[in-house]
């Protein structure tokens, strides 16, 4: 069993930044391919980044690209998303994802609660 806590949510505005953190815990936790989705209202959940357990090879959604970095600390069985230049697109409910078999949200194997992120334009 996988636990996953985010933090950072919040409100900002257009064009600023936040990182997002989620803390996993359980035994296999720093094993799994980790990532980040999010949902806006009347929006199915969407795939935003993931990184292997090596931290190698990130990839993300073209809508973030250049824009948002994932990075994880396997020491701490913690995994990051940085995100920059922020658009009012990106408002969402933020997901931590663990144990990814691949971009659909119908594939993840443990998910976090959900942290806030709002944009103002």
């Known amino acids: 069993q996988v636990q996953l806590v985010e933090s950072g949510g919040g409100l900002v505005q257009a064009g600023g930044s936040l990182r997002l953190s989620c803390a996993a815990s359980g035994r296999t936790a720093w094993s799994f391919v980790m990532g980040w989705f999010r949902q806006a209202p009347g929006k199915e959940r969407e795939f935003v980044a993931q990184?292997?357990?090596?931290?190698?090879?990130?990839y993300y959604a073209d809508s973030v690209k250049g824009r948002f970095t994932i990075s994880r600390d396997n020491a701490k069985n913690m995994v990051y998303l940085q995100m920059n230049s922020l658009k009012p697109e990106d408002a969402a409910v933020y997901y931590c994802?663990?144990?990814?078999?691949?971009?659909?949200?119908?594939?993840?194997?443990?998910w976090g609660q959900g942290t806030q992120v709002t944009v103002s334009s």
């Open positions: 990184i292997s357990w090596s931290g190698s090879n990130p």
């Open positions: 994802a663990s144990d990814l078999r691949s971009t659909s949200s119908r594939t993840v194997g443990y």
